[in-house]
């Protein structure tokens, strides 16, 4: 987990409320993604950032919405048009290589969202 | 589409045993190909990947997994399983950068060694 923090590690949600994951990372890498893990599902992405003041939706943007107003930070807001919020949220960020473009993906420790 | 499967949602093996971890993936071209393990309430580690070259890759942990081409499959793999390696894992392929989503993951698999 080490370079990508996540805070907090729990956090409420009472119907109706909008709330913010924070995601932060000191591994200067230029992308960023958010995924959402449900048990039996994977790993579903929500949105990925490539470059500061840039952002792509993924396959479930759907009532979430992100910022990238620093290359360190990349925070996701789960709103209230998202009704099914219940989830564990995992923030990524990674760096092409050089050589063959590989990016690896590191993860943060997760945010698990419950509703009130 | 592109996909990746882990026919698998669940591993049992003795402690000391060799493990496998299956993986089988459908995607375009010639993906890079990732092994990631999770422990509860935690987020994902990565363990190893598979760019070119030798087939068969050494990771974390003293985790390694054998590419296939013909069968397009990335199986994980360690010799002798340890009790602590117990957790959900995950295959992840890779398609080189298009601008959009190119990382496609496994469902996942539950790896219990048994003490």
């Known amino acids: 987990d080490g370079g990508i923090t996540q805070s907090p590690k729990y956090l409420f949600r009472k119907e109706g409320q909008n709330v913010t994951l924070s995601c932060e990372q000191n591994?200067?890498?230029?992308?960023m993604y958010w995924y959402r893990q449900d048990p039996g599902q994977g790993l579903r992405l929500i949105y990925y950032?490539?470059?500061?003041?840039?952002?792509q939706k993924g396959d479930i943007a759907e009532g979430y919405s992100v910022s990238r107003e620093k290359k360190e930070s990349f925070p996701l807001t789960v709103t209230s048009a998202q009704k099914n919020p219940t989830a564990f949220y995992l923030c990524?960020?990674?760096?092409?290589?050089?050589?063959?473009?590989?990016?690896?993906?590191?993860f943060g420790p997760g945010t698990r969202l419950l509703v009130l | 589409a592109q996909s990746v499967a882990q026919p698998e949602d669940q591993v049992n093996v003795a402690e000391g045993n060799p493990l496998t971890v299956k993986c089988t993936y459908s995607?375009?071209?010639?993906?890079?190909l990732f092994w990631y393990v999770q422990y509860p309430n935690r987020g994902l580690q990565f363990l190893l990947k598979?760019?070119?070259?030798?087939?068969l890759v050494k990771g974390s942990y003293g985790f390694e997994a054998e590419f296939n081409k013909s069968q397009t499959s990335f199986h994980l793999k360690k010799p002798s399983a340890l009790v602590s390696d117990s957790a959900l894992y995950f295959c992840?392929?890779?398609?080189?950068?298009?601008?959009?989503?190119?990382?496609?993951f496994g469902t996942g698999t539950r790896l219990t060694v048994i003490p």
């Open positions: 990524a960020s990674s760096n092409p290589q050089a050589v063959q473009g590989v990016e690896t993906q590191y």
């Open positions: 591994l200067n890498h230029d992308a």
């Open positions: 950032s490539q470059i500061v003041n840039d952002f």
């Open positions: 995607v375009s071209g010639n993906p890079y």
């Open positions: 598979y760019i070119t070259g030798d087939n």
């Open positions: 992840a392929a890779q398609t080189p950068r298009t601008g959009a989503n190119n990382l496609f």
